[in-house]
């Protein structure tokens, strides 16, 4: 059902408008304007489409996190295309993709009138969902994530019955520098990002390195009528946005010390288990701490905890007046 232009070009189909009703990241909210949109589709697809108004976003629905919406959607000739922003690492974005693409699907046929008991196969568009990340993480220039890498049990009868597939950018300064060169969109957004995170590197607070780069960027051309436009509005995202992304690395601090805790407390409770064995056989401190190759000085005040507890040595009641 693509229809095409007077050159025989695949038209720049439409659908229904964005959906506003929550805050978007700086991201979304530059590339949900219809000319930057067609000008990094472009440069992604070495495309030559020269006519924005004709472009129609088709978001149904937003992935949400804290109320952010990262995602933009839109069709051009026979491409469906999601396009998402990441400033954190996210290995599951295959599986939020299919979730985000199967809506749209569902809205393609309901819009066009689609049977799906049709005995006549319906044409389609070709999903291509891209994923834009420029968090502070060692990522590489491209890699593609696959759903089926989270499918659990062996690969015993060929491939899954479903796949989807994200591509994912590093957009960061320096990283894809022929993509930034076909759109100009793209590296101005990544300049600015990049130049809050230097202005942080330097130790301003988030809004005084805000500030000072959004200034920097309007002098220098960059982004310049859009940041005059939505000077404000620009700001307030990016402080919830790193905010967010403040969170988030706190968040992963404290899992990775719970995780280290959790692992030293069972590493403790094993060593103690084993010193209540020995002591069980009548062993001393010191031959405890030579047949289980540790220090002395680990072993001793394991033993005289478990003194209380003899001579049944319960290692659980051990462990416990060691914590206390």
Do not use: W
């Not at 330097?202 to 939505?230: M, N, P, S, W, Y």
């Not at 719970?258 to 010193?275: C, F, P, Y």
């Not at 478990?306 to 009641?317: L, M």
């Amino acid at each position: 059902m693509t229809k095409t232009d007077r050159s025989g070009r695949p038209q720049i189909l439409t659908a229904a408008g964005v959906n506003r009703e929550h805050k978007s990241t700086l991201f979304a909210r530059i590339f949900s304007e219809p000319e930057a949109a067609l000008e990094l589709y472009n440069a992604l697809n070495r495309s030559h489409y020269d006519d924005p108004a004709a472009l129609r976003f088709n978001t149904i629905g937003s992935f949400l996190y804290m109320g952010m919406k990262n995602d933009v959607s839109f069709i051009v000739g026979s491409d469906l295309n999601l396009y998402e922003h990441q400033s954190t690492r996210c290995p599951n974005m295959p599986l939020r993709g299919l979730f985000y693409l199967s809506a749209l699907y569902q809205g393609y046929v309901s819009e066009n009138g689609l049977d799906l008991y049709s005995s006549v196969l319906l044409r389609l568009p070709r999903p291509k969902y891209m994923v834009f990340y420029n968090g502070t993480g060692d990522e590489p220039e491209e890699q593609t994530l696959r759903l089926s890498d989270a499918f659990m049990g062996p690969d015993q009868d060929g491939a899954p019955a479903l796949e989807c597939t994200a591509r994912v950018l590093n957009i960061n300064s320096g990283h894809n520098r022929e993509l930034m060169e076909r759109s100009r969109k793209l590296y101005e957004y990544a300049y600015l990002i990049g130049a809050i995170r230097t202005g942080l590197a330097e130790g301003k607070t988030l809004r005084a390195a805000t500030d000072t780069a959004v200034k920097d960027c309007i002098d220098q051309g960059i982004l310049r009528d859009f940041l005059l436009k939505h000077q404000a509005e620009v700001t307030n995202m990016i402080l919830e946005e790193f905010d967010l992304e403040q969170h988030l690395r706190n968040e992963e601090k404290i899992h990775f010390e719970r995780g280290r805790n959790e692992e030293i407390l069972k590493n403790r409770r094993h060593l103690i288990r084993r010193v209540c064995r020995k002591l069980q056989k009548g062993r001393t401190p010191e031959q405890i701490a030579d047949e289980l190759e540790e220090a002395p000085e680990l072993i001793l005040p394991i033993c005289e905890a478990a003194a209380a507890f003899a001579p049944e040595y319960d290692c659980d009641r051990v462990f416990d007046a060691l914590q206390k």
